[in-house]
């Protein structure tokens, strides 16, 4: 997509906004959202190559940073990094998985890796 802005329309700047996944609400697994890292992963590693390949993306904004109110399905996607508890009165905010990747992610220059689960399993960035 890059590329094709890139040949298409002359290379102009580009930010990419409010990118990210909603999840339906899974109470005994929202904190391991694995599929939003497997998204975020995937396109940011193409944005990258996109970048390398002389896209101008100047800036890139992930959505969203905490779960909040979504006009059509209220609170029942979780979007964000970090969840809220929306039934405690002091709306508690717990770190999701993918806060702690993209935390990685913006810490580091040459590659990371992260525990996928309690498992071995490990994430890797591609570039």
């Known amino acids: 997509m890059f590329e094709y802005l ?5 290379n102009p700047p580009l930010f990419v906004e409010e990118n990210g996944y909603g999840i339906g609400r899974r109470e005994s697994d929202d904190l391991n959202d694995t599929d939003r890292i497997n998204y975020l992963n995937g396109f940011i590693g193409s944005m990258l ?14 959505w969203s940073f905490i779960d909040v109110f979504e006009f059509l399905t209220g609170y029942q996607s979780r979007c964000g990094l970090y969840h809220v508890d929306f039934d405690d009165e002091n709306r508690k905010r717990t770190p999701k998985l993918s806060a702690i990747w993209y935390s990685k992610l913006l810490e580091r220059k040459d590659g990371m890796k992260l525990n996928k689960t309690a498992m071995d399993t490990e994430y890797y960035a591609r570039w």
């Open 49 to 62: 190559d996109a970048i390398r390949n002389g896209a101008n993306v100047k800036g890139y904004f992930v």
């Open 6 to 10: 890139r040949d298409a329309y002359g």
